[in-house]
């Protein structure tokens, strides 16, 4: 029988790795809260496979604090990572998409140690045409109390991440994410009930072939992302590029983590700050591009270096192999 890895045995050994390199021991702390995000995982994953069977596609009926229609999938899988994450002693703060203000709890500094910041099911539009969606999070470290509060723990530059990680619903069930050291893959066995290790030091190409961007906003661009997208399809990177745009981010991301080439989500007239949200969506994916030797930028500038102002600000999001990112940065976007 062939050995396997489980997403929970792979922190075990990266546990044990740190206590050899550091002599410090790990507590265990982070392996049981990943617990609770691949538990909420797998309970949204069990009701993606029945959505055609039962009464969850559709609008919720109401909206979130984005503006956007709830699905009722969203309020599902908002839900259930409130549930399975809440009660980890560790947490101190849970920031989702879904709602307004972060859900707060009264643990002391030394034991509610960590935030994670959400959103529930990215893409959830797609449900109802069986178009992959996912949820992203982050993991960041609550400031000591002298140095800082609550909410100004929340609101960190990306680059203070601990951790961050997505979970791709689709024709498998794909986990992957990054402490720091390296980019893992995991792939959910239904016959066990596990996410098991299936990329192992995730390396996006240095070069891809494909540009993933919404093309139907090409007008309302700066003139700097028009020229750089006719670049690519003319040859100007030394090989002709082909379009994919899946729409659902966590989907076109993982494309290009795997395939390389580069994500655009420009700013545009009607918003000159950009769409997706910094703290739960921009973060922890520019978080894994950089640990799989991509870059993820504004247009401008390094995402992780920007300073959270709000826990729903939005930006402009740029990702990608590092050619295509050179060239990006050698335009004059905005």
């Given at each position: 029988m062939a050995m396997i890895t489980t997403v929970q045995q792979h922190i075990l050994q990266q546990q044990q790795d740190m206590l050899k390199a550091t002599g410090r021991e790990a507590t265990g702390t982070f392996s049981w809260l990943l617990s609770g995000i691949t538990l909420a995982a797998k309970m949204v994953e069990a009701k993606i496979r029945s959505a055609g069977l039962i009464d969850v596609l559709g609008a919720f009926g109401a909206e979130n604090v984005q503006g956007e229609q709830q699905q009722k999938l969203d309020v599902y899988a908002n839900q259930a990572l409130l549930h399975c994450l809440g009660l980890r002693d560790s947490v101190a703060a849970l920031v989702s998409e879904e709602d307004e203000e972060p859900v707060t709890f009264n643990r002391d500094p030394e034991t509610g140690k960590y935030i994670i910041v959400f959103d529930p099911l990215d893409g959830s539009s797609n449900i109802d045409v069986n178009v992959n969606?996912?949820?992203?999070?982050?993991?960041?470290?609550?400031?000591?109390?002298?140095?800082?509060?609550?909410?100004?723990?929340?609101?960190?530059?990306?680059?203070?991440?601990?951790?961050?990680?997505?979970?791709?619903?689709?024709?498998?069930?794909v986990l992957v994410y990054t402490t720091g050291n390296g980019v893992y893959g995991f792939t959910l066995d239904p016959a066990i009930g596990a996410f098991v290790l299936s990329n192992e030091r995730?390396?996006?190409?240095?070069?891809?072939s494909y540009y993933s961007v919404n093309e139907a906003n090409a007008a309302s661009w700066p003139e700097g992302y028009r020229a750089y997208l006719e670049m690519l399809r003319t040859g100007g990177l030394g090989r002709e590029y082909s379009s994919r745009y899946i729409g659902s981010l966590v989907a076109d991301f993982h494309r290009t983590l795997l395939k390389g080439g580069v994500f655009l989500y420009p700013p545009t007239s009607k918003q000159p700050k950009g769409k997706l949200r910094l703290l739960y969506e921009a973060n922890p994916l520019a978080f894994i591009a950089e640990q799989a030797g991509g870059v993820a930028t504004t247009g401008v500038g390094r995402i992780l270096d920007i300073k959270p102002e709000g826990i729903h600000q939005r930006t402009p999001f740029c990702v990608g192999s590092k050619r295509e990112m050179e060239a990006l940065r050698a335009e004059p976007v905005w």
């Open positions: 969606v996912g949820t992203i999070f982050s993991v960041l470290r609550r400031l000591p109390p002298e140095h800082g509060t609550l909410e100004e723990s929340i609101l960190q530059h990306g680059f203070r991440q601990v951790a961050a990680g997505y979970v791709l619903y689709g024709p498998s069930t995730m390396q996006m190409p240095e070069q891809g």
